[in-house]
Each structure stands twice: as structure tokens, then as C-alpha cells.
């Protein structure tokens, strides 16, 4: 599939047959703006709803008996979590889900132990946004958060993406740009030397996965951006460049120049939405109905098209092993 980047998205935007062809009251960037709070606040729930895991991520976090909270990542939909698993922390090897709890059910499962007894599975309740285990646990965990991430925010290519055209070696890699920033995103060339700013590694297709992130629980720092001749080359961590490969995106933390993890039949309707913010600020009624009914049938058409994700219902597995040795799981 072509990528279709946020500038194409816009110049799309401004072909749309309802849209006006002089856009001389908006500029690129406003329309990215137009697309990305609609792709936020109207998009992104409309998928959500579907119940699919388009937007599922795993961060990662140490926990131990000293842990009282976890904040929920503040990139998470909605604030919304999907699931919590304990692994131990030295062997790597699964140790349980935790269910969340009322807290109005406290008193009523472990009395006034706030620690947790011998054969006791943990739980969790939510407060102020923050994860608290209760009862507390009593060794160490990597406890993994799968929660549903919000895209990164649009912006236009020039103001906050960079793809890797080649590793040089020695941390530094060659890339086919420098953003220039924007008045929301800064200008790469400004970081040289020991100082530098936070960039996520973007895959190179749909749906533009994270490889790392330090909204994952994965900090990436670029230590140094500077031009040189016959090309661009930014000099990065040693495990952010082990970690990416020829073709990936580098982009400022929490933008992109790309749609993540939407569908391509999603672009439409960023599109549309976008179009009708335009239309509604130039006072363009009738125009504005007409694509409010090609969205409205669009949206319908993508729900449709996504519900259900695969075919065929998930299957549950019978822990048969419980009922005695030899036995094996069973699908159903």
C-alpha cells in the first residue's frame, strides 16, 4: 500500500468536490490541525466502540512492594485501560491477570490486610487516574499494562518526521530531512551536541507501529541533529539505533506525518470531518449538509467493514490441565 502521508491527506482535504479550491484562510498545518482533533475526538471513538484492538499497546513497568501506584499513561484513549498481567520479575514467566475492583469491596475480600497473604491473587482498583494493587504485592513483577493508545498527533512531514535513508555506524544515521518544527513542534537543528529531544521510531507501513517509543515505557533520546554534506544525519542512543532499521520513520515524541493504526478505510472520514470544519467556518451550509451525509454513510460503511475484525469469534480455553495431570486445553 502507498503511504499517504498527512500532506496528501490535506491536499485531498482541499480536491474534495464540496471543498472550496482557495484555502487561503487556512494553512497545511490548521488543516492537520482539523484532522488530527477530528481523527482524536470523533474517529478514534467510533473504533474504539467496535470493541477491536486496533489501538492495543503493552507498556511495560517494575513494580515491586514498594509500588503504591501507577499512573495510567497519559496517551491512553480515553484514560482507558485494557488489561493488567504480572510477570515475575527474574524469570520472565507469567504469574497472573489482575482483575480490577470497587473499592467499596475492600473490606469484604481481605478484611484489614493491606498486604498479600499466601495464595491470594492481587487486584486492582482505579483512583485519580492512577492504578493502586491491593493488596500490596510482596515481590517483584514486571506488571504489563495493555492499554488503548492514542495516535500520535498530525502534523505535516516537514515539521516533525524524518526517515532513515541508511546507518552510518557510531549511533548516527542518515536521514532524507531535518524538520523544521512548527509553533507546537521544535526545530530538529536546534538540538546539537549533548542536548537533544525525544523522538519515537515509527514503522515504515500502515499501521505505522511504534519500534520505540518512550510513551511505551521505552525512552529514545536523539543526542545530537546536525546537517552535513550530501545529507542529514542524527545521532541517536545506542539502543534506539540497535532498535531501528533502513526506512523507519523518526518523528518528534507524540507527532507523526502518518495516520497510526487506523485502517486505510479510516482516512475517508478523517477526511471528510476535516472538510466540514472547513465548510462550517466559511459559512457553507448547503455544502456542509452534503458532506455531513457522506460522512454519516462513510461511517457507517467502515463500522460495518470493521465489526468484527476477524471472521470468526475468539475462542476460549478450557485450563483442563486443572482437572488433572495428562489432561491437555481444549478450544471451544
Known sequence: MIAKKVDDLIADVVAL??????QTTFSD????????????GAIVPLVVRLREEYFVIVAPYAV??????ITIPAQAAGFRLRDIYLYDANTGNFACKVNRINPDQIPYL??????????QVPTYYIE???IIFYPRLQQSYTAKIRYFKAPNHLYTYAS??????AKLGANQVQCDNVPTGSTAVQDWSLFTGVNGTTLDIITPQSPYNFR?????????VAQAIVAVPGGNVVTLTSDAYNSLQAGDYLCTNDTCAFVQFLPFEAYELIKLRASMRIL???????NLGITAQLYNAAADDLASLLAPKVENMPKKVQPRSLLGSGATRKFR
Do not use: H, W
Not at 481481605?110 to 495464595?119: A, K, Q, R
Not at 516533525?160 to 535513508?165: H, K, L, P
Open 17 to 22: 468536490d464540496n471543498t472550496p479550491q482557495s
Open 29 to 40: 498545518q490548521q488543516i492537520a490541525k482539523f484532522m488530527d482533533e477530528e481523527m482524536r
Open 64 to 69: 515491586d512492594s514498594t509500588t503504591t501506584r
Open 110 to 119: 481481605y478484611g484489614s490486610s493491606v498486604t498479600l497473604g499466601f495464595n
Open 128 to 130: 485519580n487516574n492512577d
Open 160 to 165: 516533525c518526521t524524518a526517515q532513515v535513508t
Open 212 to 220: 520505540m517509543s518512550v510513551t511505551t515505557g521505552l525512552p529514545l
Open 280 to 286: 462550517k467556518a466559511q459559512g457553507d451550509p448547503q
